[in-house]
């Protein structure tokens, strides 16, 4: 079963950048889709991100396209979300969680019901 374990958040000002860290684990060859959501006080958690293990064809929500990249450093079994130009409303609890992705099958899955493996969060605050 494949464990996920989210660092790196914190608190910015708006307009800075913060990186969040995955740690994936407990898969050998099978491939995972790995997203990245966010859920604020009140409101529904929301996919931003997604990306396969070991993969590059990162596919982004519009409300963060162009802000957030996804990297990976696949020796490390990390996948990274680089956030730029941090706005207050992306303050919220950032997840990574994980399914496992069909053979080919790019990872265009931001639901959250879609993804049974999650890792425990970290804080994101952006004051203006």
């Known amino acids: 079963q494949v464990q996920l374990v989210e660092s790196g958040g914190g608190s910015v000002q708006a307009g800075g950048s913060l990186r969040l860290s995955c740690a994936v684990s407990?898969?050998?060859?099978?491939?995972?889709?790995v997203g990245w959501f966010r859920q604020a006080p009140g409101k529904e958690r929301e996919g931003v991100a997604a990306?396969?293990?070991?993969?590059?064809?990162?596919y982004y929500a519009d409300s963060v396209k162009g802000r957030f990249t996804i990297s990976q450093d696949i020796a490390k079994n990390t996948l990274y979300l680089e956030m730029n130009n941090l706005k207050p409303e992306d303050t919220a609890m950032y997840y990574c969680a994980a399914y496992r992705r069909r053979v080919s099958a790019p990872c265009r899955r931001l639901d959250a019901p879609g993804y049974p493996y999650w890792g425990q969060g970290t804080q994101v605050t952006v004051s203006s």
């Open positions: 990306d396969y293990t070991g993969g590059g064809s990162a």
């Open positions: 407990g898969y050998t060859t099978v491939s995972y889709c």
